[in-house]
Protein backbone atom coordinates (compact mmCIF):
# COMPACT_ATOMS: atom_id res chain seq x y z
CA UNK A 1 0.00 0.00 0.00
CA UNK A 2 1.45 3.02 -1.02
CA UNK A 3 2.17 6.09 2.21
CA UNK A 4 -1.23 7.72 0.79
CA UNK A 5 -3.27 5.26 0.70
CA UNK A 6 -2.07 4.24 4.24
CA UNK A 7 -2.22 7.70 5.36
CA UNK A 8 -6.37 7.70 3.77
CA UNK A 9 -6.90 4.76 5.69
CA UNK A 10 -5.38 6.05 8.76
CA UNK A 11 -7.61 9.12 8.68
CA UNK A 12 -11.00 6.72 7.67
CA UNK A 13 -10.43 4.93 10.85
CA UNK A 14 -9.92 7.84 13.01
CA UNK A 15 -12.56 10.22 11.55
CA UNK A 16 -15.08 7.64 9.64
CA UNK A 17 -15.07 4.66 11.86
CA UNK A 18 -14.68 6.89 15.34
CA UNK A 19 -11.31 6.04 16.52
CA UNK A 20 -10.63 9.35 17.91
CA UNK A 21 -13.64 9.19 20.05
CA UNK A 22 -11.81 7.27 22.27
CA UNK A 23 -9.54 9.11 23.47
CA UNK A 24 -12.18 11.92 25.13
CA UNK A 25 -11.94 12.69 28.73
CA UNK A 26 -14.00 10.29 29.84
CA UNK A 27 -12.56 7.35 27.70
CA UNK A 28 -16.17 5.91 27.61
CA UNK A 29 -15.62 4.63 24.05
CA UNK A 30 -12.11 2.46 25.63
CA UNK A 31 -14.57 1.34 28.32
CA UNK A 32 -16.87 -0.17 25.76
CA UNK A 33 -13.91 -1.47 23.31
CA UNK A 34 -12.67 -3.18 26.46
CA UNK A 35 -16.17 -4.44 27.94
CA UNK A 36 -16.43 -6.01 24.28
CA UNK A 37 -13.49 -7.67 24.23
CA UNK A 38 -14.12 -9.13 27.44
CA UNK A 39 -17.62 -10.39 26.13
CA UNK A 40 -15.36 -11.74 23.04
CA UNK A 41 -13.52 -13.80 24.95
CA UNK A 42 -16.16 -15.04 27.45
CA UNK A 43 -17.61 -16.27 24.54
CA UNK A 44 -15.00 -17.61 22.20
CA UNK A 45 -11.84 -18.41 24.42
CA UNK A 46 -13.53 -19.44 27.66
CA UNK A 47 -10.44 -20.70 29.44
CA UNK A 48 -8.38 -17.90 28.60
CA UNK A 49 -11.02 -15.76 29.74
CA UNK A 50 -11.37 -17.79 32.80
CA UNK A 51 -8.24 -18.33 33.32
CA UNK A 52 -7.46 -14.16 33.31
CA UNK A 53 -10.02 -14.09 35.38
CA UNK A 54 -8.63 -16.19 37.97
CA UNK A 55 -5.74 -13.93 38.50
CA UNK A 56 -8.16 -10.54 38.28
CA UNK A 57 -6.37 -9.35 34.74
CA UNK A 58 -9.19 -7.83 33.00
CA UNK A 59 -8.81 -6.93 29.81
CA UNK A 60 -7.68 -2.91 30.85
CA UNK A 61 -4.69 -3.95 31.91
CA UNK A 62 -3.16 -5.25 28.83
CA UNK A 63 -5.24 -3.95 25.95
CA UNK A 64 -6.26 -0.71 26.75
CA UNK A 65 -2.07 0.72 25.63
CA UNK A 66 -2.88 -1.26 22.18
CA UNK A 67 -6.19 0.36 21.63
CA UNK A 68 -5.01 3.72 22.92
CA UNK A 69 -1.77 3.67 20.89
CA UNK A 70 -3.32 2.17 17.72
CA UNK A 71 -0.23 -0.16 18.35
CA UNK A 72 2.00 2.67 17.90
CA UNK A 73 4.36 1.52 20.73
CA UNK A 74 5.33 -1.04 17.72
CA UNK A 75 7.02 1.74 15.92
CA UNK A 76 9.76 4.03 15.64
CA UNK A 77 9.02 7.19 17.27
CA UNK A 78 9.64 9.20 14.63
CA UNK A 79 7.76 7.71 12.69
CA UNK A 80 4.53 7.41 14.79
CA UNK A 81 5.36 11.63 15.34
CA UNK A 82 4.97 11.71 11.62
CA UNK A 83 1.40 10.14 11.32
CA UNK A 84 -0.23 11.80 14.04
CA UNK A 85 0.90 14.37 14.02
CA UNK A 86 -0.81 14.72 10.66
CA UNK A 87 -4.00 14.94 12.49
Given at each position: M???DAFKLLKFLMYDIGLRKQYRPDMVTLQIQMYQLSR???DYHRDLYNHL???EIGP???AAP???TMF???FPLG???RV???F
Open positions: SEELLHEEFSLYWFLASQFVAFGK
